[in-house]
């Protein structure tokens, strides 16, 4: 990452809004839940703004600090984070084949295979882990327009080389898009690294309170942007005033979040490799990880994010998942409390019996930021319980 010192990530975290508010002196930017702007002649709208679909103030401060963070020019919310992917999606034509990683968030896989696939758009699970395979899957025909990758990967946590992925997709005039929920522009900046457009759930980490839904893009190209700024008001998948607010206040603490996390999940990975009751463990950073040099070089941290397979198969995997206290069983990740999930049976369940499903055993810790020895306790008790 390259930060000079006046934007180190901590401070911009704090102060990438638009604050204070120059008019008021507020340290916290309004919320304006006006649906229309007044004009003063036909067309002449006062700051640009019309109609709050097409562009709105309080969305405004909010696309200005993700693209900020991300260390790009052009930001853009949208309702969800499948409502983000939607309108990359838009970006395609029939007949484009899109390569995707192999191990992805469910919903994203269900959105290319179930819905694009209609449109005549084609998505490949390739592991982008093997730049070999990449390049053969780049030059295969038809050829490839968009190179989707989620890095760590939901919820294996495998790791992509950005940078290498980026460079191949670029000289085949493919897109890169990384989805970059699990790790947060804190931890690993794909635009600097090479790729075109950089993707959220910012459901997740971005909130990090699981009290909002909603997506983020951004990139540096104002042709994509262009394009995007069109569909993300023709057919207006967009936040809500109050979501981009809530999604600013998150965005203040999302340092202090990801390293308390972090530090967390580190301690749960290493725990849960000395235990006789788990099969394996998923983590980018434990030693055994196989990406393990490219995780140092890509994330700043390894991530927040822990899974494992636990032994007795995906019935010990339920009663498990049921047993905890603090870790709620729940779908989502990403807030500043500790959720635990069966993907085969939840998240991932739409990818069952595709390349894409997932251990029945496997279950996915979100780490929160608790107190890392009570939740050791609670998982120590949910082995003893289930
Ligand atoms: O849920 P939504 O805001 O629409 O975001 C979809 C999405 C996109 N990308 C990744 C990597 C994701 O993890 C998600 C959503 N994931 C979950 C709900 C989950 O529990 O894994």
Known sequence: MSE???????????????????????????????????????????????????????????????????????????????????????LLDPG????????????????????MARYGVKTDAVDLRDLDVVDRALRSRPSARMVWIETPTNPLLKVVDIAGVSRLAASAG?????????????LQRPLDLGADVVLHSATKYLGGHSDVVSGLVVTRSAQ???????????????????DCWLLMRGIRTLAVRMERACAGAARIAEWLTTRADVER???PGLPHHPQRDLVERQMRLPGAIVSFQ?????????????????????????????????????????????????????????????????????????????
Do not use: C
């Open 4 to 90: 000079s010192a006046e934007d180190r990530f901590e401070t911009l975290a704090v102060h990438a809004g638009a604050t204070p508010d120059p008019a008021t002196g507020a340290v916290v930017p309004a919320i304006q839940p006006s649906t229309t702007f007044k004009q003063d002649a036909v067309g002449a709208p006062r700051q640009g703004f019309e109609y709050a679909r097409s562009d709105n103030p309080t969305r405004r401060a909010l696309e200005a600090t993700i693209a900020a963070l991300e260390g790009g020019s052009h930001g853009l919310a949208f309702a969800s984070g499948l409502a983000a992917t939607q309108n990359l999606l838009y």
């Open 96 to 115: 484009d084949r899109i390569l995707m990683t192999d191990d992805a968030y469910g919903g994203t896989w269900r959105l290319a295979q179930q819905v």
């Open 174 to 186: 493919a897109l890169t898009v990384v989805d970059n929920t699990f790790a947060t522009p804190f």
């Open 224 to 242: 994509i942007a262009e394009r995007l700024r069109f569909t993300q008001n023709a057919a207006g998948a967009v936040p809500s005033p109050f």
């Open 281 to 283: 463990v998923y983590y």
């Open 310 to 386: 636990i032994r007795g198969g995906g019935q010990a995997a339920h009663r498990f998942a049921a047993a905890t206290r603090l870790f709620t069983l729940a779908e989502s990740l990403g807030a500043v409390e500790s959720l635990i999930e069966v993907p085969a049976a939840m998240t991932h369940l739409s990818v069952a019996d595709t390349r894409l499903a997932v251990p029945p055993d496997l279950i996915r810790l979100s780490v929160g930021i608790e107190h890392v020895d009570d939740l050791v306790a609670d998982l120590a008790h949910a082995f003893e319980a289930a």
